[in-house]
């Protein structure tokens, strides 16, 4: 058996609804015969027809219905089409969702499925990746899931848990990567993972990145080098326990993220390892993002403005060669 | 499993009543004059306990600012009488009528206001953000049209449960309807076929701003039937007419029909808020039918058809000073929140709390 | 001061007619025949281009998703055929027609799905995506209803020019008319009484989803009072009706009448996009009156009442193919955008570009 | 004669208004007697009522309209009652405004005026400082002016520019902030300023912070120590290089802001100045920001809620004595 990340993602759905009945999705498109822009609900709403609805294209009001469902027991699940449509619930995620328990002591458990990150031809309105808006807000825990097995206990953890969950998904890996077999548990929400063990250097990443880094982990290692990689899972909370223990063991940092270059979740990782481990650095840390553009559509521009396991090996090898 | 809900409406019935003396709790099946009465008693309190309010802000005790309902009371008790234990309301900023009405009680107002640590938001939200989310009081965020969905989906998690005869009524002004979470709330609860009711109130101004750069439609109820709604126009000045329109509405919502829109006319009789003189408001509106005082022509419907005699009414005005003052001195004993008792904390959830790290 | 105005509608005039042959440019005073006829020759090239985009797309020559305007011709074309130069027109995802007769040059469609460097996106955004703000084709952004309010914008900055005379035409789909931007967008158009008319093409489904998840009223067009608009109800594939009722609004909004709503009834003839085989529509909706190919009809009335004889029509049909094989055969021999040739910019002002300075 | 922050927004605004046809005001409650909730636009729909506009709570549609405008060469001020408020127009301002020159070639001078920070009793929702969502995306300029002279000299900048400018005004500073004159003529945009100079500490900060880390290094003073404070003017494009040079002679940072503490403005001056400037740093590079909570109500959290000169004492005291 093999299982693609997308499947993974459709299962623990499907678990869900199976397990709870407070839980219920609601988005575009999800439900029907069609299951979904990506087919991530396909077939749940033959199984549960009554908690897999449709929506209008009103992405406000369908997170603020979620809200007032959350607030009232349920465990809604939305699904965005695309995570860039989310700038259109921005309001509710962030002013409604994100204050509620810590005005009134009433937790809104919600989560908000954001199909992110960037593929060929999508261009800059099908391919954003928002977890640092998101992250940057008081009141939010955004998941940021980089294999298949994370895809699926993360999903299952995000709707259990009674505080608002931002969930991004990314759409290169719906297909692009597969596992054997789905585990019962995953390491506990807001530890990161050691990707890949070395000690030249870190290489801090999460979502598709980790794939990146880790395909230009084993090419640098060709070349004699062994580098880390830390996968962070959640943006928010974010483990720089788990960043600095592994820089304490390589000194050197390199942290890479597929969303834009000005702030945002690398400029996060950095600013709390120079402040607690200054000392464990043995060159300056670096970081690669994508540009400071709108991503393109044509996919010689695009593969150029996202990073990838060819130029993480370059920044990472200059790093290393320091 | 469905906890959240589970402790709704507790704080409801023991505040039903205007009168703080134990009478019995409202009837809905009451005469019309009784409701009358009744109705008017909590306008009494509202009106009572949001001068209060204002002179205590001149006064300089209140911190932020305060915005009330003056001239709003008649619309705003109707909204909030006819709602059972269960029932949902969103109320906002012109609602301390509804709000009492409803079951809010005095002291989450004066406590809110004058910062006590004990308010229902206890120093983090002020003054009209309040409610009581587990008592099916939503607390309100500012940004206007968002509370509308919420409310919908509270109704929906209801349905999903199994409850039945439930409603809700979510509040707005004629300048919130021109937001855009405003038509998809409106729209979302026409497609699921919610009980709700919408009430809508137009008093003329969205803060400075008249009609004519709000909308450009003859009557916002026209608004109704593109949704999907029942709507209904109100002259928002006649009590009588609210508790007719709006009592039908929550009937109807209640029986089944569509979701129903209620747009009242009316003239805001304040500043926007407390901070505002209103100079942009033009004397000759003043004395527009829209422009009555709904709390001075309930008072004289009362006493020409002799609903209540003289004394009884003297009565309950002292008695609505009376709780408000009540309600203030409580709140004034009490202790305001200091931050290094505060957990500062977002999440319900301790331990995914982000650590930045760096001795916060 | 005004430079960025001045370049408007250049291109327009140039691609005006149908034909590749240098006909005179569309009369507007047309006798109601030849109108019909020049429409129908536009409906003819945007399904000929239409079909051969989607054959591309299937031999795997486009990058991105293809969307198409099949059994929305007849509507399109009426909303590029009635704007003069200076009007604005701001088309979505199904407007070939309308956008090929407003002015849109083939090859900018053509360029932009082939991914060549000289189309107006060089790249940088793709497929339906591409406009010519300059010549007063709007660029959409693919987050729905967003566009009517820009539409506003560009009215009103004629008039503060004094411009007389000028409409704009935004086009939505009925899935786009439940977003807030649509409803903030509709209000303010007529808050500020612009010449705007915006023309929804209800085509029983947005994406997946059946009309009864996206709207509960009966008819959208009652939507139209409740901003103050004008309404007009329209059979999407009666091209003769879709003249009359858009060419009419064109008018009334351009002889300064209050905004206009169209709405037309009709059936997508194809996926949402190319990769979507639309198996939720059900047959028996196909059988439906409003899911007849409005240009079949159009043929028919062609052939029925003689307006043109058949070997007009195979020639005009030869022409429009011959059209598409030029501006893709044009578009094929050209440039791909290449990184290292790119300015990685998003601003104008150069000197403004923040660098992150970390050997971008 | 004495003119205060908010005086110098008004005036700039007239003068815009006076010397450019291309100029209109649009929001809610600009125009009639009213002139705004902060009275910024007082008295200018007097003098131009055609050209200041009062609009429906329509924030989405108010920006999309200006964008529209700027398109067809107008020269839009739009004013947010509230920064906060802004959340609603997110979309038009990131992915309409900010793509436009990008995809098309055609540039859309707005200007976006957010009324930005706390003040005593606003809350959560009448208190935030936005800056850093906006210039996280691609496209648009972000000023944070701090003083009067700036903010004068820049909103007349903002509007001058041919790209979408976010100006972020600091509702704290509206009466608190005085000067005897307006400038003709600022500094640059894009440049930051050395506020006050020192040589034992570099203090980066921008907008109200800026003020605050004045009255801390005056404080410090009197212990003896003397702090560089930089104030950023505009947070995006960020001046790296004058931060760097003040580095080069402190040695020590500290970044101020009253954004949340999650990504942000303060975490870019970090990852910046570690990456190139890791070998300038004697010490741990250290931030201030608000707490990770929404914006509390009652002044006695607020107080404790937003960095300030007494906890950038300690902060700065803390790191000099390192
Ligand atoms: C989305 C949004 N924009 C702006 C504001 C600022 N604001 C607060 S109240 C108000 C006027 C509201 O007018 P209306 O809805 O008619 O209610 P009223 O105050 O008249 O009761 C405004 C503009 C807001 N709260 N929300
Ligand atoms: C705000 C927003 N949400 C979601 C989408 C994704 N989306 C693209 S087209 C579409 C369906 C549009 O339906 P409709 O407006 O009826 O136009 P049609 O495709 O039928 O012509 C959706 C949901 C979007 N473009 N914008
Ligand atoms: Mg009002
Ligand atoms: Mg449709």
Redesign the pocket.
């Known amino acids: 058996m093999s299982i693609t990340y997308l499947e993974a993602i459709r299962e623990a759905q499907a678990k869900l609804l199976r397990d709870d009945d407070r839980v219920f999705i609601y988005g575009q498109d999800v439900g029907g015969t069609f299951g979904g822009a990506f087919k991530a609900t396909k077939g749940l709403a033959k199984e549960f027809p009554k908690r897999v609805l449709n929506t209008p294209i009103s992405e406000d009001a369908i997170v603020g219905t979620a809200i007032g469902a959350a607030m009232q027991g349920m465990r809604p699940i939305v699904e965005m089409q695309f995570a860039d449509f989310s700038s259109i619930a921005l309001n509710q995620i962030l002013n409604n969702a994100g204050t509620h328990y810590w005005r009134t002591g009433v937790p809104v458990p919600i989560t908000v499925r954001l199909p992110c990150g960037g593929t060929k031809g999508s261009g800059p309105f099908h391919s954003q990746s928002m977890e640092s808006l998101y992250a940057h807000y008081p009141g939010l825990i955004v998941m940021t899931p980089a294999t298949v097995e994370d895809a699926y206990t993360m999903l299952i953890e995000a709707v259990t848990i009674d505080d608002p969950v931002v969930y991004c998904e990314h759409k290169y890996l719906y297909y692009h990567l597969k596992a054997d077999k789905l585990p019962d548990k995953g390491l506990p929400i807001g530890r990161a993972r050691i990707a890949r063990e070395g000690r030249d250097l870190t290489i801090v990443s999460y979502s598709a990145m980790t794939q990146e880094s880790l395909a230009a982990a084993e090419e640098l290692a060709r070349e004699g080098f062994e580098v880390e990689v830390v996968d962070l899972r959640t943006v928010k909370p974010l483990d720089t326990d788990t960043v600095l223990a592994s820089i304490a063991r390589t000194g050197r940092l390199l942290c890479v993220g597929e969303s834009f270059p000005w702030g945002g979740t690398t400029a996060e990782v950095i600013a709390r390892v120079t402040n607690q481990g200054f000392h464990l650095l043995d060159a300056a840390p670096q970081r690669l993002n994508a540009k400071d553009t709108p991503i393109p559509y044509h996919p010689n521009l695009w593969s150029a403005h996202r990073p990838n396991a060819k130029n993480i090996v370059a920044k990472a090898g200059a790093l290393l060669r320091e | 499993m469905l906890q959240t809900a589970q402790r709704t409406a507790k704080l409801k019935r023991k505040k039903r009543t205007p009168a703080s003396l134990g009478e019995a709790a409202a009837d809905k099946t009451a005469p019309p004059h009784e409701r009358f009465l009744e109705a008017f008693r909590w306008m009494l309190l509202a009106r009572a306990l949001e001068e209060k309010l204002v002179s205590l802000y001149r006064g300089g005790q209140i911190t932020g600012g305060v915005y009330i309902g003056k001239g709003q009371e008649a619309v705003s008790v109707a909204c909030g009488l006819f709602l059972e234990k269960g029932d949902i309301f969103a109320p906002l900023i012109r609602d301390q009528a509804g709000r009492s009405a409803f079951g809010e009680p005095l002291v989450d107002v004066t406590r809110t206001y004058l910062g006590s640590r004990l308010g229902p938001m206890r120093g983090r939200d002020g003054n009209i953000h309040r409610g009581h989310p587990r008592d099916n009081e939503l607390a309100m965020i500012s940004h206007l049209g968002a509370m509308v969905s919420v409310t919908v989906g509270t109704l929906m998690a209801k349905r999903f449960r199994g409850e039945k005869d439930f409603v809700g009524l979510s509040c707005i ?4 309807m021109q937001t855009g979470a405003f038509h998809e709330g409106m729209n979302i609860a026409a497609v699921e076929q919610v009980p709700l009711v919408v009430v809508a ?6 803060y400075s701003t008249p009609n004519d750069r ?1 909308f450009a439609c003859d009557d916002l109820v026209e608004r109704a039937i593109g949704y999907g709604f029942e709507g209904y126009s109100l002259d928002g000045t006649d009590l009588a007419a609210c508790l007719d329109v709006i009592g039908g509405a929550v009937k109807r919502a209640r029986a089944g029909r569509p979701p129903q829109l209620v747009v009242a006319s009316l003239l ?1 009789l304040s500043g926007h808020g407390e901070h505002d003189d209103a100079s942009y408001v033009p004397e000759d509106m003043k004395g527009q039918p829209f422009a009555r005082d709904c709390l001075k022509l309930a008072e004289q419907t009362i006493i020409e058809s002799n609903l209540l005699d003289p004394n009884a009414l003297a009565e309950w005005r002292k008695d609505a000073v009376a709780q408000v003052d009540d309600a203030v001195a409580t709140a004034q004993k009490e202790a305001v929140p200091e931050a290094d008792k505060e957990d500062w904390c977002a999440l319900s959830t301790r331990d995914l709390v982000d650590h930045v790290g760096e001795d916060e």
């Open positions: 002004g004629e300048g919130g109130t137009n008093n003329h101004y969205a709000e805001r």
